[in-house]
């Protein structure tokens, strides 16, 4: 079983969420889903200043297996994106939590989210 850290909270099409204490939301993919993935080749996120809405396409990721859509787990304003992911998308395989971090928002709605558990018990049962 993958490494899924209490501190997130989880969307159903594996992207985590971390809020801040400035109330900015970083976003990511859960390592589940990077290995599911395959090595990862090219990361396209949405850009500063945009804005996301929670459930829609807001960009893709490319492996040596498939094109995913990445979703949009909140609905804000685009921060910052990660562009050390996009210089080195393999970052997303290598370290999924931390460094391979995608974008930021500040976040104008959060919808219900899954906790780790639930998370778990989501990806167990396939």
Not at 49 to 78: F, Q
Request: charged fraction near 20%; glycine fraction near 8%; proline fraction near 5%.
């Amino acid at each position: 079983m993958t490494n899924i850290p209490q501190d997130l909270r989880y969307s159903r099409e594996h992207e985590w969420i971390r809020t801040g204490s400035d109330g900015v939301v970083t976003v990511g993919v859960t390592a589940f889903a990077a290995e599911s993935l395959g090595d990862v080749v090219f990361v396209q996120l949405p850009e500063a200043g945009s804005t996301v809405t929670a459930g829609e396409v807001c960009g893709e990721i490319e492996s040596t297996k498939s094109v995913s859509e990445l979703y949009a787990p909140v609905t804000g304003e685009v921060v910052e994106v990660n562009e050390s992911v996009a210089d080195s998308p393999e970052t997303v395989n290598a370290d999924p939590y931390d460094a391979g971090w995608l974008f930021t928002v500040r976040a104008e709605s959060v919808p219900e989210l899954l906790d780790a558990d639930a998370y778990a018990a989501l990806i167990q049962e396939g």
